[in-house]
């Protein structure tokens, strides 16, 4: 994928994160109530929509991230081949995703 | 006479500043300190977002070991870090928009000649700065607020 895709991409992500976390912000620690007790934290997972928020929110705050430190490792550390840093990022990625979608998958 | 790349020249030019060209790297303004903070508070969101997505891992172990990892949570260090967390993706967020719009061209006004004393288009329209610090300053504020009540 070329370099302007990746950017524009990297752009979506963010505006997407950006009322996704709001709302995950919002419904954490604005809204009152105790989100984090067992007893929610067992309603939100037994949600197929909540999973699938879940989902999505980690599908794009880690392609977010990543991309992010990718920019930052190529500019600190240019001699490094572009695609030795896409391959450990996107092996590191889809490893964080397998363990961190497996929690809710497996709570629902 | 301009010199010819060869090799890795080729492909890379060297970061002769490296990391410290994040914090000096000449005559700075504004905007410049703006972007290392977004990537200061992008590498902590990161980290807090994969620290909290091994913790998750503790409602794996049912009620008991959730509520008792959970209680760590109620000391007021974590609660200021916790703090710090929001106001870092305040900041993030907000900045990050500033930057997409810039970056595509949609704040930065009409060209306009090159007269003595120059002025480039991100001083030229410096106000759209100033509006998103007060905005992330605000925001960060009424949250501050929110956690302490």
Redesign the interface.
């Known amino acids: 994928m070329s370099e302007t895709r990746l950017k524009i991409l990297q ?1 979506i992500t ?2 997407v ?2 009322f996704y ?2 709302a995950h ?1 919002i419904v954490s ?2 809204s009152g109530g105790e989100p ?3 007893e929610s ?1 067992a309603e939100r ?1 037994s949600s197929s929509l909540w999973l699938a928020f879940y989902i999505l929110l ?1 599908i794009f ?1 880690l392609y977010h ?2 991309h ?2 990718r920019t ?1 490792i190529i ?5 490094l081949p572009a695609k030795v840093v896409d391959w450990t990022l996107v092996t590191v990625g889809v490893a ?1 995703f397998i ?2 979608a497996y ?1 809710p998958i ?2 629902f | 006479m301009a010199m010819k790349a060869t090799g890795s020249q080729k492909r890379h030019l060297p970061n002769r500043l490296g990391i410290k060209g994040w914090i000096w790297g000449g005559n700075y303004k504004l905007e410049r300190y703006l972007y290392t903070l977004h990537r200061v508070t992008g590498l902590g969101l990161l980290l807090f977002v994969t620290l909290h997505l091994a913790m998750n891992g503790f409602r794996i172990g049912g009620v008991e070991s959730w509520e008792d990892f959970m209680s760590v949570f109620g000391t007021s260090g974590f609660k200021v870090g916790e703090y710090l967390v929001a106001a870092a993706f305040i900041f993030h967020a907000l900045n990050g928009g500033r930057l997409m719009l810039q970056h595509l061209g949609y704040t930065l006004g009409k060209p306009k000649p090159p007269v003595y004393p120059y002025v480039d288009s991100l001083r030229r329209r410096r106000p759209i700065v100033w509006a998103m610090l007060a905005m992330i300053v605000a925001l960060a504020v009424y949250l501050l607020i929110e956690f302490v009540t």
């Open positions: 752009y963010g505006i994160l950006f976390v709001g912000l620690h604005l984090a007790a067992w934290v997972a980690l705050g991230g990543l992010g430190l930052i500019e600190l550390l240019p001699r964080i363990y961190a929690i497996s709570a």
